[in-house]
């Protein structure tokens, strides 16, 4: 068993002897390549499609590239161990602009609802790409990231635990509903020894969870939990300190509100307005995480998850300082991850199998050893 302070920030460090072990043998994909590409731009269509239905979102263009100054990236974890890509830009400048690649549209998308001027119950959805360099590549994590990366305003009244699940829910049903019509477009979809795609998630607080497997640390609780009592889960309350000392996994402080009080389990306070969808791969036969999402930050929650992140000097940023003087709106928003929502629907054991990018030698050579061949 691995420690608890282990797996606290992203995806950890392994090694490959490890993924060695942990990747399928005997796996046959159930689609050629070529069916599989027509597959994935189908569940892009339909998803993109659905979600802005369903949602009351409208498909915007979003930043490759951002101002390092601006504050905007995204910096994943609270305890700056995933850096992002930086460089200066702009030939013939006297000062060249310091410019970083993003690595996740979170805090621009809340910014850009005030661009757009997105009344309550409007928002935006992006096909957004992005680096994350400082990640082990494996089979489900690449330094190539692509998401729906979506936002939505909201008014202070839908600032709680059953807005957040009803919306979780919506996006659910839109990407069930996107492997059934997969299926039954590509019906060797239907050919593998696989159970059908959960059409119910279910949602426990990482309190909760802790609660049942008090001794083990995160991704073991979460296997726990997809393979002992639901397939499909949204793990609510991620980031704030739970019971036993440590955060369910850390979060960055200056988005997704996990500090405001909710409920009361078994008389423990439980925190936090924001949550991952995990699921149960039946190829990989390993926890898979597809979206995370939440209700941003107050000015006030701001303020006191800065504090707590010891990351105060960030208020003096524009981006900051706009959400401190009310200058964009409360919102409720996520990343959906297409390249993993891809390998889940269309059953995959792979992330290179849906996506071209790069992967280290060895990675694809265990791969081949296994009849797994990424797309390059």
Not at 29 to 54: G, M
Not at 124 to 143: E, G, P, Q, W
């Given at each position: 068993?691995?420690?608890?302070?282990?797996?606290?920030?992203?995806?950890?460090?392994?090694?490959?002897?490890?993924?060695?072990?942990?990747?399928?043998?005997?796996?046959?994909?159930?689609?050629?390549?070529?069916?599989?590409?027509?597959?994935?731009?189908?569940?892009?269509?339909?998803?993109?499609?659905?979600?802005?239905?369903?949602?009351?979102?409208?498909?915007v263009p979003v930043p490759l590239i951002v101002s390092r100054d601006s504050g905007v990236n995204d910096y994943l974890d609270r305890d700056g161990s995933r850096t992002p890509v930086e460089f200066p830009c702009g030939l013939g400048l006297e000062?060249?602009?310091?410019?970083?690649?993003?690595?996740?549209?979170?805090?621009?998308?809340?910014?850009?609802?005030?661009?757009?001027?997105?009344?309550?119950?409007?928002?935006?959805?992006?096909?957004?790409?992005?680096?994350?360099?400082?990640?082990?590549?494996?089979?489900?994590?690449?330094?190539?990231?692509?998401?729906?990366?979506?936002?939505?305003?909201?008014?202070?009244?839908?600032?709680?635990?059953?807005?957040?699940?009803?919306?979780?829910?919506t996006i659910w049903s839109v990407l069930y509903e996107a492997g059934q019509m997969a299926a039954k477009d590509f019906p060797a979809l239907a050919s593998g020894d696989y159970p059908p795609i959960p059409k119910k998630l279910e949602f426990f607080h990482a309190e909760e969870i802790l609660k049942r497997f008090p001794d083990l640390p995160r991704t073991q609780r979460e296997t726990k939990m997809i393979t002992e009592v639901a397939p499909a889960i949204f793990i609510v309350g991620i980031g704030h300190v739970l019971d036993d000392g440590y955060p369910h996994e850390m979060r960055a402080a200056d988005y997704d509100d996990w500090i405001t009080p909710t409920v009361e389990i078994d008389g423990t306070q439980c925190h936090g307005l924001n949550g991952d969808i995990l699921v149960w791969n039946p190829v990989t036969r390993r926890r898979h995480e597809l979206t995370s999402m939440g209700i941003r930050v107050t000015p006030e929650t701001l303020v006191r998850q800065l504090e707590e992140a010891g990351q105060q000097d960030f208020l003096e940023l524009p981006y900051h300082q706009a959400l401190m003087n009310a200058e964009i709106p409360l919102s409720i928003g996520g990343g959906i991850g297409q390249s993993r929502t891809y390998m889940y629907l269309l059953r995959t054991a792979h992330l290179g199998e849906v996506s071209v990018t790069i992967w280290p030698e060895e990675l694809k050579k265990i791969c081949a050893e296994r009849n797994i061949h990424v797309l390059e």
């Open positions: 068993m691995t420690s608890k302070t282990a797996d606290l920030a992203g995806p950890g460090i392994s090694t490959y002897e490890e993924v060695a072990k942990a990747l399928p043998s005997g796996y046959t994909p159930l689609l050629p390549p070529k069916d599989r590409a027509k597959a994935i731009f189908r569940i892009k269509q339909f998803i993109e499609e659905n979600l802005c239905r369903e949602l009351g979102l409208f498909m000062k060249r602009i310091d410019t970083q690649v993003v690595q996740a549209a979170t805090k621009w998308k809340r910014m850009a609802l005030a661009h757009f001027d997105c009344d309550a119950g409007e928002g935006l959805n992006t096909d957004m790409r992005a680096v994350r360099k400082d990640y082990f590549l494996d089979h489900d994590h690449s330094a190539y990231v692509d998401q729906w990366d979506w936002e939505k305003v909201i008014t202070p009244a839908e600032r709680n635990l059953d807005y957040l699940k009803s919306t979780v829910e």
